[in-house]
């Protein structure tokens, strides 16, 4: 079983910065693609960024030029730092990861379980 817990959120000014973390823990499992999404209240979860084994990464287009996506594979740990940080960004921020657990033998989809971001104006 792998675990992934996240980081980082908190309450910020409009124009502020966080950096979110997502630290894997588990034994004998290896991380595939992975990213973030978000959860503002009483809208549908979406993606806001992912990152891919081969360091690709994509943004919505909402987040582009403010946020970037990054992972340390020694930590098994994924970043996500959010600049200009706008009210329309306060929201629950989720990792998720595909992640091959040896110990089951087979490739797994994994949720953090939540961290809030709040912006104020």
Known sequence: QVQLVES?????????????SCAASGSAFSIKDEGWHRQ????????VAYITTDGSTGYADSVK????ISRDNAKNTMY???NSLKPEDTAV?????????????RENNYWGQGTQVTVSS
């Open 40 to 47: 503002a209240p009483g809208k549908q979860r979406e993606q």
């Open 93 to 105: 921020y989720y990792c998720n990861a595909d992640v091959v657990d040896y110990g089951l033998g």
């Open 8 to 20: 980082g959120g908190g309450l910020v000014q409009a124009g502020g910065s966080l950096r979110l």
């Open 65 to 68: 030029g403010r946020f970037t």
């Open 80 to 82: 996500l730092q959010m």
